[in-house]
């Protein structure tokens, strides 16, 4: 049954097809990530994000997450299949059509939803947007089209055309080599394993939490129903949520005993509460205040205690230098895209060249906070080397500090995650698929840089 379109519908004709409110979220969303290069993370939140994601109830919002994560991160190749079912190209100006083809796409192609529902349901869609009501037909013809030949689409377009944008396959190419950005493209469309960095025992929580243990030394779970906090161990605060990668750079000091080290971005708190139990005296460093009592919280349930202090690290000036800086500085986000499959539509070249530069302003002045002969440890979860190589190499040239080299051996599973120069490196084609365990784990680099005296 539907009624005119009001501000409340935001334009829509009303329907009361059970389904529909959830595939015009998505669509809408989907919009604004490839349209107006909006974080999906702040769309999805429960309390604060997009109105028509708030009004969804659960299962329904479950739904609009499964969607997008499936167009976002198989987008170049659902509009390349669309495409080629299209006798003329969409014309100019139908973005909202394009957005309801490629989320009802995604359905047919990639999640396991009945194609006549998906079709069904688009054309509905179509029929309430007066911008897309004359293309209702199309719709319909495309999207059965699609149904009845997906799987010859799927095994030629699906396999041959990467999954991420041209522009950043390039960039993959060009850093770690065809073979290598194949393989990490291929990886991006894995969702993350979940993996936990343990107070102590890993070996005790692997086996208790039926898990696997990493190189890292985190524990990586096997698929699982149910919460996180409903798992053992969660409430003790014995362990926390923390990908592979991002375990590494704090385990880069080594022990802490007795030494102040400051965490310049600290929020949520995984890689504070490390180096706390690696025995440091720590000041934890954040500008928001909501990241900070995210942080305040996490380790309070971690039975763990740090100064922290709600400043940019940029205008952070040390009464007494520090032992020791730990900067996982603000970047792009490219080696996370497994767990946020937007970040490719909503960040560009431009974004990482703009990135890289704050990052050496931040790390330069990480530099100046620790005493001569001090650790700094620089990292970030981007797999472009505009973010890490290049902006080490250039803090380097100017001879106030030197690069301590990983040893290889001292990380015996992990030895292809360290370069030549004795840097980390990791990337999401590492860390093999073992029986029931995903493999995989976040792009990340890290790099420890001594002060000279």
Known sequence: MRSSGSPESGGFERSDKPGLKARQAAAKMLAAVVDRKTSLDGMLDAENGNPVYRELNDADRGLVRAILNSAL????????????????????????????????????????????????????????????????????????????????????????????????????????????????????????????????????????????LLPTGSVRLASFSGGVPSLDGFAEGEWWVQDAAAALPAQLFGRLEGQRVVDLCAAPGGKTAQLILAGADVTALDQSSSRLKRLKGNLARLGLDAVTQEINMADFQAETLFDAALLDAPCSSTGTIRRHPDVLWTKGPADIEKLALLQEKLLRHALTLVKPDGLVVFSNCSLDPREGEDVTARVLADGGCERVAVDPAQWPGLEDAINPLGEFRTTPAMIPVSEGFSGGLDGFYAVVLRRKA
Do not use: C
């Open 73 to 212: 991160r198989q987008l170049p190749r659902i509009e390349a299949m669309i495409g080629s079912l299209l006798q003329t190209p969409l014309p100019e100006g139908a973005r909202a059509l394009d957005h309801v083809l490629v989320v009802a796409a995604a359905q047919i192609l990639y999640l396991d939803i009945p194609d006549h529902s998906a079709v069904d349901l688009a054309v509905e869609q179509a029929q309430t947007d007066p911008r897309n009501r004359r293309f209702a037909s199309l719709v319909n013809a495309v999207l059965r089209r699609l149904s009845r030949e997906k799987d010859a689409l799927l095994a030629g377009i699906g396999q041959s055309l990467p999954a991420i944008p041209s522009w950043f396959y390039q960039r993959l190419v060009q850093s770690y080599g065809a073979d290598h950005a194949h393989r990490i493209a291929e990886a991006l469309l894995t969702p993350a394993a979940i993996d936990l960095t343990v107070k102590s025992d890993p070996e005790g929580w692997a086996r208790r939490l039926n898990g696997r």
